[in-house]
């Protein structure tokens, strides 16, 4: 009954307007990081990072299984931050498969972008989300990253596939195994990745998004002031 819809991203508009046309705009959160953070090469052990709340739908599971597999993990740890009602579970686990050394459980962390700006590989496997602030701070950052179509209507508006981050299947624990590997020792690819997600700045940037949610209520009030 609505006069004006705003959605995030194209699949949420999709999945209300899928079979009929609405009066809809489409804009996605800004990316909101200081200017002086900036991705910091790090050297030694391969640093992987998640950011979430330590829920089912996360899958965080699924990462610590992958994470386990990979040949990245004898160089590799893993720093979760988050917190939510798997922690104790996601604990277990990470003690069954010994990785207690190589996991970290970092909590809910202000600034988060501070803590993982020299990250190697960021990972978000959720099976859903809206606009997920935390890959489009990592995209900015430069790190390269690995996701699901986790968006409304199994989308991913961020995310081209090995462009500028890799996409893998929902909870299938050989694709990420294959795709940390894959960023963790090939370079070039990598640095591929990482040079194009950080064009989301621009794309994102505050004072483009906005602009263009001022032009959409302008258009609104337009509209009101004509009928």
Same mark, same amino acid.
């Given at each position: 009954?609505?006069?004006?819809?705003?959605?995030?991203?194209?699949?949420?508009?999709?999945?209300?307007?899928?079979?009929?046309?609405?009066?809809?705009?489409?804009?996605?959160?800004?990316?909101?990081?200081?200017?002086?953070?900036?991705?910091?090469?790090?050297?030694?052990?391969?640093?992987?990072?998640?950011?979430?709340?330590?829920?089912?739908?996360?899958?965080?599971?699924?990462?610590?299984?992958?994470?386990?597999?990979?040949?990245?993990?004898?160089?590799?740890?893993?720093?979760?931050?988050?917190?939510?009602?798997?922690?104790?579970?996601?604990?277990?686990?990470?003690?069954?498969?010994?990785?207690? %050394?190589?996991?970290?459980?970092?909590?809910?962390?202000?600034? #988060?972008? +501070?803590? /993982?700006? *020299?990250?190697?590989?960021?990972? @978000?496997?959720?099976?859903?989300?809206?606009?997920?602030?935390?890959?489009?701070?990592?995209?900015?950052?430069?790190?390269?990253?690995?996701?699901?179509?986790?968006?409304?209507?199994?989308?991913?508006?961020?995310?081209?596939?090995?462009?500028?981050?890799?996409?893998?299947?929902?909870?299938?624990?050989?694709?990420?195994?294959?795709?940390?590997?894959?960023?963790?020792?090939?370079?070039?690819?990598?640095?591929?990745?990482?040079?194009?997600? %950080?064009?989301?700045?621009?794309?994102?940037?505050?004072?483009? #998004?906005? +602009?263009? /949610?001022? *032009?959409?209520?302008?258009?609104? @009030?337009?509209?009101?002031?004509?009928?």
């Amino acid at each position: 009954k609505c006069n004006y819809m705003l959605f995030q991203s194209k699949g949420a508009a999709d999945f209300y307007f899928k079979e009929k046309k609405g009066k809809y705009e489409i804009i996605p959160n800004p990316c909101l990081l200081p200017p002086m953070c900036c991705k910091q090469k790090k050297k030694g052990l391969i640093k992987i990072v998640s950011t979430s709340r330590l829920a089912e739908e996360k899958n965080l599971d699924i990462l610590l299984a992958a994470f386990r597999r990979c040949k990245a993990c004898e160089q590799a740890e893993l720093f979760l931050y988050g917190e939510g009602n798997k922690e104790e579970e996601l604990k277990r686990q990470t003690y069954k498969l010994d990785l207690d %050394k190589r996991v970290h459980f970092q909590g809910k962390v202000d600034n #988060v972008f +501070k803590q /993982i700006k *020299d990250a190697d590989i960021f990972v @978000l496997v959720s099976s859903n989300e809206g606009m997920p602030n935390g890959l489009i701070e990592a995209m900015a950052l430069g790190i390269p990253c690995i996701t699901t179509n986790c968006m409304t209507n199994n989308t991913n508006s961020l995310v081209k596939n090995e462009i500028n981050g890799v996409i893998v299947r929902k909870r299938n624990i050989d694709e990420l195994t294959k795709a940390i590997d894959r960023l963790a020792f090939d370079k070039k690819f990598a640095d591929e990745i990482s040079k194009k997600a %950080k064009k989301i700045r621009e794309d994102l940037s505050e004072k483009h #998004v906005n +602009k263009r /949610i001022y *032009d959409f209520y302008r258009k609104i @009030l337009r509209n009101l002031e004509e009928s």
